[in-house]
């Protein structure tokens, strides 16, 4: 089974842009559809962006344009760019498989938008 680590969060004034990162072990990696979630303070979580094992990608509304998620086989890592931040995309990061599976919820990584 896979297991994910998040990374590349911190605190960024509106506008900015960040990176974060995904890092999978196990080595069926690579067939495993990945997608980017966030949870806000007292909110559900949220499905942000995914990428199919054929790389083709998905986004949510809110992030379309602004965000773009990749990913790299060989490194067996997810990455989601992130430019254009806004206040509202203030949240803990989480990637998962698409759709998820609920072991295998990481601790995310914190995205502070903040002037």
């Known amino acids: 089974q896979v297991q994910l680590v998040e990374s590349g969060g911190g605190l960024v004034q509106p506008g900015g842009s960040l990176r974060l990162s995904c890092a999978a072990s196990?080595?069926?990696?690579?067939?495993?559809?990945m997608g980017w979630y966030r949870q806000a303070p007292g909110k559900q979580r949220e499905l942000v962006a995914t990428?199919?094992?054929?790389?083709?990608?998905n986004y949510a509304d809110s992030v379309k344009g602004r965000f773009t998620i990749s990913r790299d086989n060989l490194k067996n890592t997810v990455y989601l760019q992130m430019n254009s931040l806004k206040p509202e995309d203030m949240a803990v990061y989480y990637c998962?498989?698409?759709?998820?599976?609920?072991?295998?919820w990481g601790q995310g990584t914190q995205v502070t938008v903040s002037s």
């Open positions: 998962n498989t698409h759709p998820s599976i609920s072991t295998m």
């Open positions: 990428i199919s094992s054929g790389h083709s990608t």
């Open positions: 196990g080595s069926m990696f690579s067939i495993y559809a």
